[in-house]
């Protein structure tokens, strides 16, 4: 298209669009820019969504994960090279920039913002945060050391997700992947952020499953050697005990 029908799309694409809510007004610098942002990418988007559909949903996973080298595996396409193609238009179009040798790619500040506001607004925001926790669950890697440099890369990802979703914190996919997240932190020493994570399952499975089911029992147990290793004895000995005394209700005073 010539620039004069591009200014006059982006002119419609800036009216339809209210973010005047987003900052106060001493920054209206950036809330100008920020809503030319979100016009170009909301045309940008609409041209996308007309060549490739695929395209266009890859930025609606970015939003929902940590900008920075978010892995092409997380990204679901009928070929490799489909994905490929997808992203190389997205790099066209500036939305995001390719990370060739590391398989992955970044996405802007500006952009990223304006895809979770775009996505807010529709009210598609949930939707497309469950999609990705389901995307993260099916290639995070159990906490064996083999495969320590994958849960390194994926962690912020799924810890941004799971940050954001955190009224959905009974369902199942996100309760999986929060455990993932859990012990791949105790395996790499970060015993805070494990913590925080070992509360979340261990409460929900006790909303979920009830407080005597062998899972809930283990997240318990799993959230009490957290403590220990931060040497906070009484804390690990009250929930331990608990297990102890549960699983001997439960499985008998004998079972292995």
């Known amino acids: 298209m010539t620039v004069q029908e591009y200014q006059v799309l982006l002119d419609e694409h800036r009216e339809a669009l209210d973010y005047s809510d987003d900052l106060s007004e001493d920054k209206q610098r950036e809330s100008g820019l920020r809503k030319t942002v979100a016009a170009t990418l909301s045309l940008s988007l609409c041209q996308i969504d007309q060549t490739d559909e695929v395209a266009a949903n890859y930025l609606f996973v970015a939003a929902c994960v940590d900008r920075k080298d978010i892995p092409l595996d997380l990204l679901e396409a009928a070929s490799q090279q489909a994905r490929e193609d997808a992203v190389k238009l997205l790099n066209r179009y500036a939305l995001v920039t390719r990370r060739p040798g590391e398989r992955a790619f970044d996405v802007h500040r500006l952009?990223?913002?304006?895809?979770?506001?775009?996505?807010?607004v529709e009210g598609q925001l949930l939707k497309w945060t469950?999609?990705?926790?389901?995307?993260?669950?099916?290639?995070?890697?159990?906490?064996?050391?083999?495969?320590?440099?994958?849960?390194?890369?994926?962690?912020?990802?799924?810890?941004?997700?799971?940050?954001?979703?955190?009224?959905?914190?009974?369902?199942?996919?996100?309760?999986?992947?929060?455990?993932?997240?859990?012990?791949?932190?105790?395996?790499?020493?970060?015993?805070?952020?494990?913590?925080?994570?070992?509360?979340?399952?261990?409460?929900?499975?006790?909303?979920?499953?009830?407080?005597?089911?062998?899972?809930?029992?283990?997240?318990?147990?799993?959230?009490?050697?957290?403590?220990?290793?931060?040497?906070?004895?009484?804390?690990?000995e009250q929930l331990e005990v608990q297990v102890i005394e549960a699983r001997k209700r439960v499985l008998g005073e004998e079972h292995p």
């Open 111 to 120: 952009v990223h913002q304006a895809l979770r506001k775009r996505l807010r």
């Open 130 to 236: 469950q999609h990705t926790i389901e995307n993260l669950l099916r290639v995070f890697p159990n906490d064996h050391d083999s495969n320590r440099s994958k849960w390194r890369r994926l962690l912020p990802h799924a810890q941004h997700a799971l940050s954001h979703d955190l009224a959905n914190d009974n369902k199942k996919e996100r309760l999986e992947l929060a455990r993932k997240c859990a012990d791949t932190l105790y395996s790499d020493g970060r015993w805070k952020e494990a913590e925080e994570l070992g509360v979340q399952v261990m409460e929900a499975r006790k909303r979920v499953l009830g407080e005597e089911h062998p899972n809930t029992l283990t997240s318990m147990n799993n959230l009490a050697a957290t403590y220990r290793n931060q040497g906070r004895w009484k804390e690990a």
